[in-house]
């Protein structure tokens, strides 16, 4: 059983920075998704068992995902928030190779306002 739990979500003003973390031990990969009222989940970013990542459209130059194996904690570095960032951010892990999220953590709020 994997346990997934992230921290970091709060309010801040746009321009401000976050910094999201999610524990979650021995997995293969994890991701960050997001999801803002009325819309769909949208994948943030990901992060492969040999650390390769990738970010979404939508955020790439603002957001950075990162891992610290030592303490089996996963990151969003968020910079330069938008308005349009504001959401239920989720971490995701895969316990197999497959990459396929099969643990999820409650969520945390991020709130940006102007």
């Known amino acids: 059983q994997v346990h997934v739990r992230e921290s970091g979500g709060g309010s801040v003003q746009a321009g401000g920075s976050l910094r999201l973390s999610c524990t979650a031990s021995?997995?293969?990969?994890a991701a960050w998704f997001r999801r803002a009222p009325g819309q769909e989940r949208e994948e943030v970013a990901s992060i492969d068992s040999d650390g390769s990542t990738t970010v979404a459209d939508s955020v790439k130059g603002r957001f950075t995902i990162s891992q610290d194996n030592a303490k089996n904690t996963l990151y969003l570095q968020m910079n330069s928030l938008k308005l349009e960032d504001t959401a239920m951010y989720y971490c995701a892990a895969s316990s197999t190779k497959s990459c396929i999220y099969n643990y999820w953590g409650q969520g945390t709020q991020v709130t940006v306002s102007s």
């Open positions: 021995e997995v293969y990969c």
